[in-house]
Nanobody, 125 residues
Framework: QVQLVESGGGLVQAGGSLRLSCAAS????????MAWFRQAPGKEREFVAG????????DYADSVKGRFTTFKDNAKATVFLQMNSLKPEDTGVYYC??????????????????WGQGTQVTVSS
């Protein structure tokens, strides 16, 4: 059974940094794409960043480019989201997701079959 477990959320002041982790287990993810989504109160879940497990290609939402970086540790089967220069509008529940559509980074959440439980990120002004 596939499991994605996020960690690393918390409360931080604007301008600060947080690093989220997503530990994957249950199958080989070598041909998968991993992504981060977030959902703010009253808003739809949105794509934040993605990475292909095989080549490490990445993609980012325009709102986080230059501030967020996603990367992976193959040995630990873990994906990370390094978030710098955080803004209050980055507040939300952050989810890790996986799709078997390897080689591409889909932006639509409906294309991801596996999801973590989510971790809260709160950025105070």
């Amino acid at each position: 059974q596939v499991q994605l477990v996020e960690s690393g959320g918390g409360l931080v002041q604007a301008g600060g940094s947080l690093r989220l982790s997503c530990a994957a287990s249950g199958r080989s993810f070598s041909s998968h794409t991993m992504a981060w989504f977030r959902q703010a109160p009253g808003k739809e879940r949105e794509f934040v960043a993605g990475i292909t497990w095989s080549r490490g290609n990445t993609d980012y939402a325009d709102s986080v480019k230059g501030r967020f970086t996603t990367f992976k540790d193959n040995a630990k089967a873990t994906v990370f989201l390094q978030m710098n220069s955080l803004k209050p509008e980055d507040t939300g529940v952050y989810y890790c997701a996986a799709t078997i559509r390897g080689g591409v980074i889909p932006l639509g959440q409906q294309l991801y079959a596996y999801w973590g439980q989510g971790t809260q990120v709160t950025v105070s002004s």
